[in-house]
């Protein structure tokens, strides 16, 4: 049932199933720019209706065993696998103790059944400027593992993603796993997201925080103001020097809203959305400040 | 190219020739003629071409047929048993939980297999789990209610 419009239908191209890693990677090899890789498709798919892409080959990567590792140790951190779904890591309780940015954003992203389908990794890979897995990513470090026939390599989140639908990465190459470092006890961590009528985010927001040690680490991640993820670094540094908590997070959130470049679109005006980061600071802060 | 899958489809095995451009979602009602599966939005916004893929809910116009090979399939057409609707169904009667209908295979489907894994689920609970799929006559109140209703008798398995 096409109705005749592209937008019903898909390219024409050749499925490949892998069943392991080497075999994705040969495919990968052999078709360089015209593969795509296919995770959960939700993006994959959705780009190729409206003709965004168009690869002659679509490698489906569902098959791969090692791929679906999701797995902590402690002092090690937090592996996930290419392959597993937001619903997986929703349901996996380290995520939701001990990660609350990531358990956060992830019930935000989308829809429980989209998220049935849809991986962090694709999200990633993905690099729409207002998606929600990146910021709390970026605020703990997390790196990316890369791998060819030849090579791997690993690179910071907030490297591997260079502007609207830009990564770095190289045909022939996959992106095998997230890292994330483990958090130290007494750190904390959370992610808000202001949306209106669709799960577009006008701004979304993951704030760390781990303030009880000697020194002090802070970071604050702001997604969907710009063309990529950015760190609001003076917001940072207020939190991060001495005094009451309280008039910290005023001049940060207030600094937050004035220091970063925010972009102006349909969806919201510059100045909204600096009202917009003004708030979310604060609120965010205080309840991670206050809370628990 | 074109390939043989294999599939159980409401409780049949199915083989069918699809080519690997090919959506689940055409497949499934122009191939196989399952006409609950609904299209409307085709950018997995809607929700109305939900189906149970291995008993989870997805939406079928954002996967591709080739994809499902082996895999187990289960649409609206697939839950009653003998000509007996499930209880969920009679609650969407009881409760007046539809006005045009469109939406209603998925929302029943997906109500149907949230019951089953959480049989007595709070409203936010559900709200939850349906808000992948869209009621444009704004049904929401007597759906959520049908919901909340019909669990008993899942709760009673
Ligand atoms: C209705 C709807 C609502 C949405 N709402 C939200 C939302 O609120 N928040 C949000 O963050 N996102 C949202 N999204 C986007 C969605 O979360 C992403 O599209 C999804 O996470 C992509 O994951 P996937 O597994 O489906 O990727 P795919 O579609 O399979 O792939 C996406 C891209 O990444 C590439 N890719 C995938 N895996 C790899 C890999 N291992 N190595 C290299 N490249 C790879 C693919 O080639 C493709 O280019 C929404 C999408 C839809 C359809």
């Known amino acids: ?292 | 190219m074109v390939r043989k899958i294999s599939l159980t489809v409401n409780g049949y095995r199915k083989t069918v020739e699809v080519k690997d451009n090919e959506l689940l979602i055409d497949v499934l009602r122009d191939k196989l003629k399952i006409k609950g599966v609904k299209a409307a939005c085709w950018r997995g916004e809607c929700g109305l071409c939900t189906v149970l893929l291995n008993g989870e809910p997805v939406k079928s116009c954002l996967v591709l047929a080739v994809e499902v090979d082996g895999s187990e399939i289960v649409t609206v057409e697939g839950l009653s048993r003998d000509g007996e609707l499930t209880p969920i169904q009679k609650a969407f009667i009881e409760h007046g939980a539809l006005q045009c209908g469109f939406c209603t295979p998925a929302f029943v489907l997906a109500s149907h297999q949230l019951l089953l894994e959480n049989p007595n689920p709070t409203e936010e609970e559900i709200k939850e789990k349906l808000s992948g799929i869209l009621c444009r006559c704004g049904t929401y109140y007597e759906i959520i209610e049908a919901i909340k209703s019909a669990s008993k008798f899942y709760q009673k398995k």
């Open chain 1, 1 to 292: 049932m096409s109705f005749g419009s592209p937008y019903f239908t898909l390219p024409d191209f050749t499925y490949h199933k892998p069943k392991t890693l080497r075999e994705a990677l040969e495919l990968l090899e052999k078709y360089g720019d015209e593969a795509k890789i296919l995770a959960g498709g939700v993006g994959l798919i959705a780009f190729m209706k409206e003709r965004l892409v168009s690869p002659s080959h679509v490698i489906d990567i569902k098959g791969i065993p090692e791929l679906k590792k999701l797995e902590y140790r402690k002092g090690e951190g937090l592996v996930i696998g290419a392959t597993v779904t937001f619903s997986e890591l929703e349901s996996y309780q380290v995520i939701r103790e001990k990660y609350r940015a990531l358990y956060q954003a992830v019930k935000l992203a989308s829809d429980s059944i989209i998220r049935n389908r849809a991986t962090l990794v694709g999200n990633i890979c993905e690099a729409i400027p207002w998606v929600d897995g990146p910021p709390p990513l970026i605020a703990y470090g997390a790196e990316v593992e890369i791998k060819s026939l030849d090579k791997v390599r690993r690179v910071p989140v907030a490297e591997f993603i260079k502007g609207p639908v830009e990564i770095d990465l190289e045909p022939g190459e996959i992106v095998t796993s997230i890292h994330i470092p483990d958090v130290p006890s007494g750190a904390r961590s959370g992610f808000v997201k202001f949306n209106v009528g669709s799960e577009f985010a006008l701004v979304n927001l993951a704030a760390y925080l781990s303030l009880n040690e000697e020194k002090k680490d802070v970071r604050l991640v702001y997604g969907a103001i710009s063309p990529k993820p950015v760190r609001a670094l003076e917001a940072e540094k207020i939190l991060s020097s001495e005094g009451d908590m309280r008039t910290l997070i005023i001049s940060a959130a207030v600094k937050a809203s004035e220091e970063l470049e925010v972009i102006s679109d349909v969806l919201a005006s510059e100045d909204f959305r600096r009202h917009l980061i003004k708030i979310l600071t604060m609120n965010l802060l205080t309840e991670l400040v206050e809370g628990g």
